[in-house]
């Protein structure tokens, strides 16, 4: 039993963040692809640049038999090829003699009762305060399982002055129902305040400048709005395929994959109402909003607003690559889209008619994410097209580039210099890499960070993820119905997609942004 | 070899010549050179040789921190009145790419220096619409007048290179005050701490730690003989925050009044060769914490109901790396406003 202990009053002023406290992250499904590259690399990190609280200790919870040892030797080999510092021998000894490995079955209730007995020793020998951080990085048809074996076996449960809480990974389910079900069984467990949905977008640093561009800047918010403002696309495209993703890629396609979440997530934070304070329920409200104003494409919209589409051989940089019904574990017939492109509304007074093209592809020519904010063309009262060179469609153009080469630039107009009125848009262009020298922490070292100090800003609420679900369930509906069935397009790998992606955005009188 | 590798070394240049200089620097090098620069960072020294000291720490400063650098060496002494400058740049590849970027410097000597001459020539060279980050190295002499203040947004200055600290500091809070400055303090000596003071407040996290804070019977710390002022800083900090009060000084001796324990906190300095404080550790009644450095980290010890044994990093032990933590940090260092209180009471009459 831990007595509510006092303010650590050495803590305050150290730094302008919340500091995260000294706990044991139990990461379940320890032995994966996540764990590996993403978490331990992260935790070393933070260990690396004295972010990590002394008293931290990490378990991997798996099914495969292995020692503490071989665990810790696995978790270095990954740590060296997947973090972003060189990882210092001395430093690794010390982080990893606090990693442990605890063999068990997600189904075996003895298995949590003897992590219990495992984590209140640790409590004693490493000073973890009796607080958990629980991470659900199995397949998503474990977490029922674990959580209901966190519960019975008192480990959701907490003496006063310790927490527990969990953090689970993406996919949220596979619709609303299951969703909900996802939802209502963390819930059983963990309240929500406990409850963090990690969306790692949310962790980029140029995902967590949008608010700052916004709200911190008076330039923007007065234009910020359909009186100034024509349309915004918000592009995520990846060169790669579908890696050795099928057996999940299979049954979620690009609409679930990455719209429902990170897409989503992006256009929230383009398209929200400045929150009244900082705090994460402040600011998760205001996304809410933006979710449940969106106008929904149900099945007599979605031919009009919404191409799927799936990729054929083609070219990758030059290497040939085969279709995505040619990918091994795909079916022949797979109707599943590798690509999405959508035509959002956001019925509301800040964006009345003011269209929201969403695109989300594999096997595209380029790998990258990025928002257009596009506004409305100057009139053409003073400078026309046949005289100086300015074309109908040359907007000014605000563009935030999450990634890669993380940075904001502005299109705008400009004379070219000489004797005629000659104009050509110039880019003033703000680069992190040039202009912050150091690099900023991974998302994952973020995220993690803000679940151990108890800060839920960067993660979806559970309200966030249904309202998300019923917007993606609505176009799913519609996609699978009668009348809509043969909607799937195919485009060659390495073309930026279906010839219809360009017809959806064209029949407006605009074009895709050219990356 | 190109313009740029000349600049380097430095260019020398007419004063009134200095931004045209750089102009056409940038017209010339500009496709393979990005110019980049968040900040203004002066830096102002009347120690002989601090334009080439000082390039060269410039030079590890500015791979984290784009800036346009104004280097002052300056000989008030000097019997006639005289300014000579040089440009150069400080280029860094980034990343993958073949691209440089480069923070300008414009480096002066100044013969006969007033705080005329030292705001004039500041306010003609800074680029515009940037902060003004001011770096006062060695004793501060009250050269800066109430103008200039106002344009300060972070004065640099370290004083563990200080004679008479309380004294400086006497000196310095009068002029900032008297000019009506906003300006935040960054003290050196106090950034030198900051990993020090991460460990020890992490390690009073520990449950059993936690309920000795309010007990802590004795502070035992060594430290560099050239470091006082460090170790009394970091006096200054627990103190402060601990709500401890200064109930007898003696020569290396200082005993607290805890308002929650029975007995006084003795505290112990010792000199003795080696990092710039190499040892702290604090007795409770049944077993004690300790921090050591050792090599590039700190090792940090729990004794007691407890044993925790922990290595948490040390930070860089350079001037440029104490620079790049405090360019890395904002906030107007109200802990260590504190903390001086306490400071300067210890350091008079030392």
Known sequence: MTDKLPVNPLLQGLASRAMPEPCSVVIFGATGDLTHRKLVPALYNLAADGDLPPGLCLVGFARRDKTDEVFRTELEEAARKFSRQTINDDLWKNFASAIYYHRSEFGEVEGYHRLRERLNQLDKDRGTRGNRLFYLSAGPDQFENILTNLKSSGLADTPAGSWARVIVEKPFGTDLTTARHLNNTVHKCFEEACTFRIDHFLGKETAQNIMVLRFANSLFEHLWNERYIDHVQITASEQLGIENRAGYYEGAGALRDMVQNHLLQLLCLIAMEPPTDLSADSIRDEKVKVLRSLRRIGRHDVVRSVVRGQYGDGSINGKPVVGYREEKNVKPESVTETYVALRLIIDNWRWADVPFYIRVGKRLPKGGTEIGIHFKNAPGVLFNRDQTGVRDGSQNVLVIRIQPDEGVSLRMQSKVPGASLRIQPVKMDFRYGTSFGKASPEAYERLLLDAMAGDATLFARRDEVEEAWRFIDDIEEGWHSEENESGLFFYPAGSWGPAEADQLIEKDGRAWRRL | ?350
């Open chain 2, 1 to 350: 070899m190109t313009e740029l590798q000349d600049l380097v070394r430095g260019m020398p240049v007419e004063v009134a010549q200095i931004n045209r200089s750089l102009k056409a620097l940038w017209e010339q090098e500009g496709n393979v050179l990005t110019r980049a620069s968040l900040i203004n960072f002066a830096v102002y020294s009347e120690a002989p040789d601090a334009l080439s000291a000082n390039t060269q720490l410039m030079e590890q400063v500015t791979r984290e921190h784009a800036c346009r650098i104004i280097l002052l060496a300056a000989n008030p002494a000097a019997s006639k009145q005289r300014v000579r400058a040089w440009i150069s740049a400080h280029c860094h590849l980034i990343g993958a790419t073949a691209r440089q970027v480069c923070s300008e410097q414009i480096a002066f000597l100044l013969d006969g220096s007033s705080p005329d001459l030292l705001r004039n020539i500041l306010f003609t060279h800074l680029d515009s619409d940037l902060p003004l980050y001011l770096w006062w190295q060695g004793e501060f002499s009250n050269q800066i007048d109430q103008q200039l203040w106002s344009w300060v947004d972070r004065f640099f200055f370290d004083s563990h290179s200080w004679r008479e600290p309380a004294q400086q500091i006497k000196i310095l809070r009068g002029s900032v005050a008297s000019a009506g400055s906003r300006c935040v303090l960054c003290d050196l000596n106090w950034r030198r701490l900051i990993y020090l003071r991460l460990a020890v407040a992490q390690l009073f996290d520990h449950p059993w730690a936690a309920q000795q804070i309010d007990a802590i019977r004795d502070l035992d710390i060594t430290y560099h003989p050239e470091y006082w002022t460090t170790a009394v800083l970091f006096v200054s900090w627990v103190a402060r925050q601990l709500g401890w009060e200064l109930d007898e000084k003696r020569d290396f001796e200082y005993r607290f009044k805890s308002g929650k324990a029975d007995a006084p906190v003795a505290v112990r300095l010792t000199a003795l060769p080696g990092p710039w404080i190499g040892d702290v550790k604090f007795g409770f009644d049944q077993g004690n914490l300790e921090v050591k450095w050792s090599g590039n980290f700190l090792e940090t010890k729990l004794q007691g109901e407890s044993q925790l044994k922990q290595m948490l990093p040390a930070g860089g032990t350079t001037l440029a790396s104490l620079v790049q933590e405090e360019l890395a940090r904002g906030g107007e260092h109200l802990t260590y406003l504190g903390a001086l209180k306490i400071a300067e009471e210890l350091w008079s009459g030392e």
